[in-house]
């Protein structure tokens, strides 16, 4: 069984731009949720989604967006892009949104310089 | 406000003894708590996890121990390997009643940094 997927693995960007990340979660999972992980803050989270809809959010800025489609697959969105927002950006899939075990990719590093 | 605390950043432990690796959380709409190991730029790897209803888990050489009444759980790992080096983390969720602020939310501690010496 494959395990949770995310591309691409490693992100430059510059100040001001945009990026889209990618996360395919384990077959038959339905929720997805997003988080941050810096050195200062530690694992962070963004977002939750299930069957499409996102149903809790972060303290985050409305900068951090996401979408999940009908396959479960599930992207970020990070619009203009600040030096802080570099970090590793983590995707955990789960069969239900409490009480089950989660399941993380390998994360995309994203650098912003 | 951090619900969720390892107190110890390291824990250096010889090769074959026990390694025990605490965490406290503040926050009694816990309900779950997971175990994670990590190494740098990788994903999380999960380990072994435990309800509320119970008070131990056992998973191989893991072992998840939870006292609700003092917040506390601990992981334990007997015996300890050199490959058992790693970042670990302890993370909680909170259960539907806690309401729509949970859903597939897990709140992380800080690490803690294990090494196994051979």
């Known amino acids: 069984k494959a395990g949770v997927t995310q591309t691409p693995r490693y992100l430059i960007k510059t100040r001001g731009q945009q990026v889209t990340l990618s996360c395919s979660p384990i077959s038959g999972h339905r929720s997805v949720s997003w988080y941050q992980q810096t050195p200062g803050q530690g694992l962070q989270f963004l977002f939750e989604y299930f069957s499409e809809t996102q149903r809790n959010k972060g303290n985050f800025p409305g900068r951090f967006s996401g979408r999940q489609f009908s396959n479960s697959r599930s992207e970020m969105n990070v619009s203009t892009l600040e030096l802080g927002d570099s970090a590793l950006y983590l995707c955990?899939?789960?069969?239900?949104?409490?009480?089950?075990?989660?399941?993380f990719g390998q994360g995309t590093r994203l650098t912003v310089v | 406000d951090q619900q969720v605390k390892q107190n110890s950043p390291s824990l250096s432990v010889q090769e074959g003894r026990i390694s025990i690796l605490n965490c406290d959380y503040t926050?009694?709409?816990?309900?779950?708590f997971l175990w994670y190991k990590k190494y740098p730029a990788e994903g999380p790897t999960f380990l072994i996890s435990i309800s509320s209803i119970k008070d131990k888990n056992e998973d191989g050489r893991f072992t998840v121990f939870l006292n609700k009444s003092a917040k506390h759980l601990s992981l334990h790992i007997v015996p300890s390997q050199p490959g058992d080096s790693a970042v670990y983390f302890c993370?909680?969720?909170?259960?539907?009643?806690?309401?729509?602020?949970?859903?597939?939310?897990?709140?992380f501690g800080q690490g803690t940094i294990l090494t196994v010496h051979p």
């Open positions: 926050n009694s709409m816990f309900d779950y």
């Open positions: 993370a909680a969720s909170a259960g539907a009643n806690a309401g729509g602020t949970s859903y597939g939310k897990l709140t």
């Open positions: 955990a899939s789960s069969l239900a949104a409490q009480g089950t075990e989660a399941f």
